[in-house]
């Protein structure tokens, strides 16, 4: 019979003399990316690659350092970049609606604001003392007083001609109006209808001659008082560009090398010059004469914003590359804003207040973002693409095209973009959106997998204890001595079930060396040490395992019936596994199976009852085609047989108890006890091979805790598949427990070795007549199922082997 392990096959130990190290203070810091060499190759073609859509998606499990190893591999290749250039965004004059974006050399672009701001102030300062000077005081007083001296001397050769035609001009309000005139007075109207009607028709013909006259004078004095404007305007402009002038071309001499600059600052002048009002109202108010537009202005909103400059993005001259980790990538907060303002009920804006997003800042380097995160805000991941797409950014107002109506906005100018976007997320959201998004595909070519795991070697062990060295000295936690790293490295090995990987999930290693520290203070070690290490780990399992420690009390009194002593016909241990959070445990349940005459094959009541899952249906079909081609290839199988997870009121799933359901099958159909004190995890395939399944250990430790609580005998263990010897990592108190004799671990490959453990008998071996020692586990099982085909041939039914449809079947406790 199979031979039970040893305990050196149970947990592979780390011995700390071993380790080239007292503790982790004597180790160096750790400056690159841990055990992800296929990741590493990955983003260093990613971030190499210049082509378009070669933008990267990390993925990998949780906890694995994703995020912290792209920031520090990008911050590291960023600073080898050339830094990228400023950007802001100035009035255009042209159309205010829509500003202009400039582009300066890194670190320019505050230099820009800078000049800007002082040309202002010395604008503000210079072109109204031009207007005080007694120059021009002089030219406008002479241009006024000649327009007059004209217009009056209009007037007066109106008014004479007037006169001679018995009209007087009178002025009034709104101007001046023709009255006719007697003996050198007014005519008043009851005068004017005393006159006979020839005298009448000669005044209204003489007063529309006059009229004519009158506006003739009126256009001739109009057009003298434009001439007058046209000079007064041409003075002002020759004293406004005197005192301009000098002050842009001061500014255009620091951007010489920079033509969109040197247009603007030409925009600039000529919209001084064409408003220099303002300046002059300026003047006014701080002579303390009140400004009639301020109050219509929102507050906050100067007249003279039009000349500032709105500083995007600024970078150091020698910064190197940006690299941006966008923690909330909402449409705005990747694209940018126009910000609003409200006056009076109205909203208003204008350049100033527009500000950049994350793809400004990370222009020209990297963009880190969350996948998820991502997707979950409204409009960011198409907006994002399609930025990607067009390799401009434009800010625009999410949801605009949703409106009902349109509202005016600003429409700033697209900004070129030249960016690496590196989305991290999951293995399973990865091929979601390459099945279903085709553009994911054309915009994110690259694929950086991280692995969960990596091999037990020196090498990759004196890594994690630089990680946890550099850790240690970032947060301020006490050092590790080379046993407390040893037992850190068993637990890492225990968190991937592998004896010859080690866990790169290195957030949960690191919580647990964190409150291995606060052990360790407790216990006053001035290092921490294993048993710090040990404790921390057990006080982590005891705050998640209520539930499994009520699960244990109830078997130990028997409300749940599983059980540890003695023999049973038809009836077997099998071994559940509960996921709760992060924590997993085993939860040993009773299965049981009834073999009788029939044709229904194998029922699963399990999947009969709408309680079990595909896979676990699947591994009950198998064990058909195992029954059928092992036992009665000659006959029919004239069985039925129903199979059940005892005291199970939860949805079962997987192929992990197929092993056990075919051990309670052939102890059944044999009439061989099955011993109790055994438990059995493994799936079966067809051939009667035991395949490997998951949370190996966590099975393992949940049937000893419950043998344990009933009292060790040394007859109780767990048979398990021999491929998953490599997988043990298991508790110390289960190991020592093996060692003393008390527990025993079981690998087995075939459903013979298994079934011969667990009754007692050797299963048999087939004869080259197909038949089995009568003696025998196999033996004793054809020939029931050859009484079996005989009594149903006396009867005169009809036998039917089963096929897949005709079979129930289902049963599982967890892979």
Same mark, same amino acid.
């Given at each position: ?67 912290? !190893? ?13 830094? $990228? ?10 159309? $205010? ?41 002089q030219n406008r007083q002479s241009i006024l007083e000649e327009l007059q001296k004209q217009t009056a001397d209009e007037l007066e050769a109106l008014r004479k001609r007037a006169d001679a035609l018995g009209f007087g001009l009178v002025k009034t309000a709104s101007g001046f109006m023709i009255v006719p005139m007697l003996r050198g007075k007014p005519l008043k109207p009851e005068g004017f209808e005393g006159l006979d009607e020839e005298t009448k028709q000669l005044v209204n013909q003489r007063m529309e001659e006059v009229q004519k006259d009158l506006v003739a004078t009126r256009r001739r004095i109009r057009d003298l008082e434009r001439e007058a ?55 006014? @108010? ?42 909330? $990538? ?94 991290? @997320? ?112 057990? !006080? ?113 799933? @997987? ?17 061989? $006890? ?27 430790? @949940? ?7 009933r009292g060790l005998t040394g007859e109780q263990g767990v048979l398990i598949p021999a491929s998953n010897v490599r997988h043990l990592m298991l508790r110390e108190d289960v190991v020592e427990a093996v060692a003393a004799g008390k527990f025993q671990i079981f690998p087995v490959q075939t459903i013979d070795e298994g079934i011969a453990l667990l009754t007692g008998r050797e299963a048999g071996e087939q004869g080259p007549d197909g038949s089995f020692p009568e003696s025998s586990v196999n033996g004793l099982v054809q020939a029931r199922l050859r009484e079996m085909a005989e009594q149903a041939k006396a009867y005169g039914g009809e036998i039917l ?15």
């Amino acid at each position: 019979m199979t031979s039970p392990l040893k305990p050196d096959a149970l947990r592979k130990i780390c011995a700390p003399e071993c380790l080239p190290f007292e503790a982790t203070d004597e180790l160096k810091p750790l400056d690159e990316v841990v055990a992800q060499d296929r990741a590493v190759e990955a983003i260093t073609f990613g971030v190499g690659i210049k082509c378009e859509g070669f933008n990267l998606f990390a993925l990998g499990p949780a906890g694995t350092g994703k995020a912290t !190893a792209i920031k520090r591999f990008l911050a590291s290749e960023a600073a080898k970049l050339p830094t $990228p250039p400023d950007w802001c965004y100035v009035n255009n004059f042209a159309d $205010p609606q829509r500003p202009r974006a400039l582009c300066l050399p890194p670190g320019r672009a505050r230099v820009l604001q800078a000049d800007c701001e002082r040309l202002l102030e010395e604008l503000k300062a210079g072109v109204p003392r031009a207007f005080e000077s007694e120059a021009y005081e002089q030219n406008r007083q002479s241009i006024l007083e000649e327009l007059q001296k004209q217009t009056a001397d209009e007037l007066e050769a109106l008014r004479k001609r007037a006169d001679a035609l018995g009209f007087g001009l009178v002025k009034t309000a709104s101007g001046f109006m023709i009255v006719p005139m007697l003996r050198g007075k007014p005519l008043k109207p009851e005068g004017f209808e005393g006159l006979d009607e020839e005298t009448k028709q000669l005044v209204n013909q003489r007063m529309e001659e006059v009229q004519k006259d009158l506006v003739a004078t009126r256009r001739r004095i109009r057009d003298l008082e434009r001439e007058a404007k046209n000079r007064l305007d041409g003075i002002d402009r020759e004293v406004a560009t005197s005192a301009v002038d000098h002050l842009i071309e001061e500014v255009k001499d620091n951007y010489t090398d920079h033509a969109a600059v040197q247009a603007h600052l030409e925009a600039i002048r000529e919209d001084v010059i064409a408003n220099v009002d303002l300046f002059r109202r300026e003047q006014t @108010g701080a002579q303390g004469q009140p400004d009639p537009t301020a109050l219509l202005r929102p507050a906050g909103m100067d007249p003279f914003d039009r000349y500032r400059v709105n500083v995007l993005i600024e970078h150091g001259e020698n910064g190197g590359a940006p690299v941006v980790a966008e923690p909330h $990538p909402t449409c705005q907060n990747l694209l940018g804003r126009v910000e609003h303002q409200v006056h009076m009920g109205a909203l208003y804006t204008n350049f100033l207040m527009t500000k950049g997003g994350a793809l400004h800042r990370a222009n020209g380097g990297f963009l880190v973002v969350e996948a998820m995160e991502l997707l979950k805000q409204f409009f960011a991941w198409d907006q994002l693409k399609r930025t990607l797409k067009n390799g401009r950014i434009r800010i625009e107002e999410p949801g605009e095209q949703f409106r009902l109506f349109s509202t005016v906005t600003l429409e700033p100018e697209p900004i070129p973009l030249n960016v690496k976007v590196v989305l991290i @997320g999951s293995p399973w959201l990865y091929y979601l959106l390459h099945a279903y998004d085709p553009e994911f595909q054309e915009l994110f070519k690259v694929q950086a997998e991280f692995s969960d795991r990596v091999a037990r070697t020196p090498d990759t062990i004196l890594t994690f204890a630089r990680l946890l060295s550099t850790c240690c000295t970032a947060e301020g936690l006490k050092p590790f001595d080379r046993g407390a790293v040893a037992k850190l490295v068993e637990h890492s090995s225990r968190l991937v079930e592998d004896q010859d990987k080690l866990a790169t999930q290195f957030s949960h290693l690191l919580d647990v060396a964190r409150e291995a520290c606060f052990r360790a203070g407790q216990n006053g070690h001035q290092r921490v040490m294993a048993e710090d290490v040990r404790e921390a780990i057990s !006080a982590k399992i005891r705050r998640a395992n209520r539930l499994e420690e009520l699960l244990q009390e109830l078997v130990v009194d028997r409300t749940l019936l599983v059980d540890t002593e003695g023999g049973v016909v038809g009836q077997v241990n099998g071994i559940a596994v509960i996921q709760l959070g992060e924590y997993h445990f085993g939860k040993p349940s009773r299965i049981t199976a009834r073999a009788f005459l029939g044709r229904g094959g194998i029922i699963d009541i399990e999947r009969e009852a709408r309680m079990g899952g595909r896979i676990h249906s699947k591994g009950v079909l198998i064990l058909s085609g195992y029954l059928g081609g092992r036992y009665v290839q000659q006959t029919p199988l004239a069985l039925s047989a129903s199979l059940a997870f005892e005291q199970v009121y939860e949805e079962v799933e @997987g192929d992990s108890a197929s092993s056990a359901e075919v051990y309670a099958i052939l102890s059944s159909l044999s009439g061989l $006890p099955i011993k109790q004190g055994l438990a059995v995890t493994g799936s079966v395939n067809q051939h009667g091979e035991v395949q490997a399944i998951g949370a190996v250990n966590a099975k393992i430790e @949940g049937f000893f805790d419950v043998c344990r609580a009933r009292g060790l005998t040394g007859e109780q263990g767990v048979l398990i598949p021999a491929s998953n010897v490599r997988h043990l990592m298991l508790r110390e108190d289960v190991v020592e427990a093996v060692a003393a004799g008390k527990f025993q671990i079981f690998p087995v490959q075939t459903i013979d070795e298994g079934i011969a453990l667990l009754t007692g008998r050797e299963a048999g071996e087939q004869g080259p007549d197909g038949s089995f020692p009568e003696s025998s586990v196999n033996g004793l099982v054809q020939a029931r199922l050859r009484e079996m085909a005989e009594q149903a041939k006396a009867y005169g039914g009809e036998i039917l082997a089963v096929s897949p449809s005709a079979g129930r079947h289902d049963t599982e406790v967890e892979t």
